[in-house]
């Protein structure tokens, strides 16, 4: 596996991670939600409530967790981009960009 394929599964594990985190969220606020709405109805045992607030406390773990890992993953794939950008620019030759232009819009013309 060459590195332009290491990097780009790389990518491919950050935005499943990030789908993953939206997913947490969502729920997270679900959670959230339906615990206010069980605390608003008089009906509802202590033990209920408070086992509700345990299962938020666990996503947010869960959140924070992911967070942490795509912090770290992050870093490593915009250090790629920026390295491969300095190599982009320093090998480019304007002259030769130019001329590719240029030869583009007379074939067009």
């Not at 947490?24 to 033990?47: G, N």
């Not at 086992?51 to 924070?64: K, Y």
């Not at 300095?86 to 130019?98: G, R, W």
Request: proline share 0%; glycine share 2%; with cysteine.
């Amino acid at each position: 596996m060459g590195y332009d394929s290491l990097i780009r599964s790389h990518y491919e594990d950050l935005n499943n991670m990030s789908t993953m985190l939206r997913n947490y969220i969502e729920i997270y606020r679900l959670l959230i939600s339906s615990t206010v709405d069980l605390h608003a109805t008089s009906v509802i045992k202590k033990s209920e409530i408070k086992h509700a607030l345990e299962r938020i406390d666990d996503v947010g773990e869960l959140i924070d967790d992911l967070l942490k890992t795509i912090k770290k993953c992050e870093g490593s794939y915009v250090k790629y981009c920026s390295l491969k950008n300095e190599v982009i620019v320093a090998n480019t030759q304007k002259e030769s960009i130019l001329t590719e232009i240029h030869d583009d819009i007379d074939y067009h013309n």
